[in-house]
């Protein structure tokens, strides 16, 4: 399998369907392949793709594999996903499409929780207890994203 080759070939099915390549793994397992493909994008609300996005995309990714000879003729499976919480949140598009959530932001030995109010162009723009606090994006060492179980139960409490 040639990846370059299919990245070639999945780019622009991903930019048809309002999503970005933002990485191509190709491992090989016995006599099969798997392709997982990780996407990103806006989505409608900003805030990344939709499931039915995905889909669409995985479904369209897929027939052009099949007939295409970047695969080879080797058997494969197709894993199509999002980047998902856990990743390091590592460019401003992804600081932006998380605005709204809390997320962990180290910057040196500093560690900062707080959530994200948004991003102005290399500027990362945090509350922290209610402070807004600045961080240029080069300065940050490690961001992610901290999963909040109970914060729509709080919001609906304060309505």
């Known amino acids: 399998m040639q990846e370059s080759q ?15 390549l933002d990485r191509l793994d190709v491992t ?10 990780t996407v990103d994008g806006d989505g409608p ?4 793709p ?9 479904s369209a990714i897929s027939a052009a594999l099949d007939a295409s000879p970047a695969v080879g003729s080797a058997p494969y499976t197709l894993e199509v996903s999002t980047r998902g919480v ?13 605005a709204g959530r809390l997320a962990k932001v180290w910057v040196g030995e500093e560690q900062s929780i707080g959530r994200i109010v948004g991003v102005d ?12 606090r600045e961080l240029a994006l080069p300065t940050i060492d490690k961001a992610v994203v901290q999963v909040e179980m109970n914060r729509a139960a709080a919001e609906d409490e304060e309505n």
Do not use: M, W, Y
């Open 6 to 20: 299919i990245v070639a070939l999945i780019e622009p099915i991903l930019s048809a369907h309002g999503l970005e």
């Open 28 to 37: 090989p397992i016995g006599k099969r392949s798997v392709l997982r493909v």
């Open 45 to 48: 609300d900003g805030h990344g």
């Open 50 to 58: 939709l499931l039915d996005d995905i889909a669409e995309a995985s």
């Open 86 to 98: 856990s990743k390091p949140l590592t460019e401003a598009k992804h600081f932006r499409r998380n």
């Open 121 to 132: 162009g290399e500027t990362l723009t945090l509350d922290v207890d209610g402070e807004q």
